[in-house]
């Protein structure tokens, strides 16, 4: 079959080189416009304009900010595909578009929908705790996400896996299953099947202020967070140290729940008990700190348990050990990690 590509992200790589490789004929792509990025926000190129480019004009493609546009349009027609792909494009599509092919749209989707419509499923599936999740390939509808589905593929979400590296092991997942679906659609043996409406979730874009930490939280939520949120827009606080009053904006990348016994007295005393001899009027040593307080192990308390830190990344610097961020700012217990106010 003849098939035009859509797609800007890093995840349908892997199925671009799948499908030029395949007994198919990748006619045509179109993909978004350059954007600013990065610190120096200079236009680039999507990820898969960078791949049409390196291919040395082997498959044209063209660069659109507006994918609907009737020349844009005119152009796939002109290739008189019999199947559109659409993989992680990033702009609503027309029915104009999607009707065009005799054989139809279909679009990947990072979830095993009807659960996790949306931009960001891979970031919510981890945030929310879930223990699988997977990819799903549907034909493209003018309603989000909500197409007839083709095919999908279950994965386990692992224990310690951040958004990046379960966003990069589902692309790998995905070129295998879409050869096997449009194999299916060329022979006519697929069966499209229509989603439970009713079941379906929403797994919206992320934003900035969806990594501000609330240390109020439980230690157990935010190292979800943690996961879902890495590396992009990452889970956010502001460190301030005690001994010299100054704060920084940090990410941390990577960090574990543990388990914690409460104290507020100075010298974090080792004990849990009270002593016999306190007053009644006076708080026991092992009175409650403050969430976003590090303990005496250095330990972020939480509304329940800790967070140990593993990696985090200071604003304008690199990512570390966090034994190297401690021996680099002198932190020590009772510094703050602080919610980061809107």
């Not at 926000?41 to 082997?58: D, L, Q």
């Not at 009807?114 to 931009?119: E, F, I, L, T, V």
């Not at 005690?242 to 016994?261: D, H, L, P």
């Amino acid at each position: 079959m003849k098939i035009v590509y859509l797609g800007s992200g890093e995840f349908g790589i892997e199925s671009l080189n799948a499908l030029a490789g395949s007994g198919h004929s990748l006619q045509f792509i179109v993909t978004q416009a350059p954007h600013p990025a990065g610190r120096g926000r200079k236009s680039r190129p999507t990820p898969v304009a960078n791949w049409a480019s390196a291919e040395g004009g082997r498959v044209p493609f063209i660069e659109t900010e507006d994918v609907n546009a009737p020349q844009v349009i005119e152009k796939v027609a002109h290739y008189e595909p019999d199947l559109i792909v659409v993989i992680a494009f990033g702009r609503k599509i027309s029915n104009e578009l999607i009707n065009l092919p005799p054989k139809g749209t279909i679009n990947v989707h990072a979830s095993l929908l009807p659960k996790y419509r949306g931009a960001a499923p891979v970031n919510w599936a981890i945030i929310n705790g879930e223990k699988q999740t997977g990819i799903s390939i549907i034909s493209l509808a003018e309603k989000m996400d909500a197409g007839k589905i083709l095919a999908q593929g279950k994965t386990d979400i692992l224990e310690n896996e951040t958004a990046g590296e379960l966003h990069d092991r589902l692309a790998q997942m995905v070129a295998p299953l879409l050869l096997e679906t449009i194999d299916k659609i060329a022979d006519g043996s697929i069966v499209y099947t229509e989603q439970d409406h009713s079941k379906a979730t929403l797994a919206p874009k992320l934003k900035k202020s969806d990594g501000f930490m609330d240390f109020s939280e439980s230690a157990k939520t935010l190292e979800r967070k943690i996961r879902g949120l890495w590396p992009w827009p990452g889970a956010s606080t502001t460190y301030l140290s005690k001994k010299t009053n100054k704060s920084i904006r940090v990410t941390i990348a990577i960090a574990e729940v543990v388990g914690v016994v409460r104290r507020a007295t100075a010298g974090f005393a080792k004990t849990s008990e009270p002593r016999p001899s306190e007053g009644l009027g006076e708080p026991p040593p092992h009175a409650a700190l403050p969430p976003g307080t590090l303990d005496e192990n250095l330990n972020i308390i939480c509304g329940e348990d800790a967070l140990k830190i593993t990696k985090i990344k200071p604003t304008g610097s690199r990512l570390m050990h966090f034994k190297d961020f401690v021996n680099g700012r002198h932190t020590c217990p009772g510094d703050l990690f602080m919610k980061i106010e809107q």
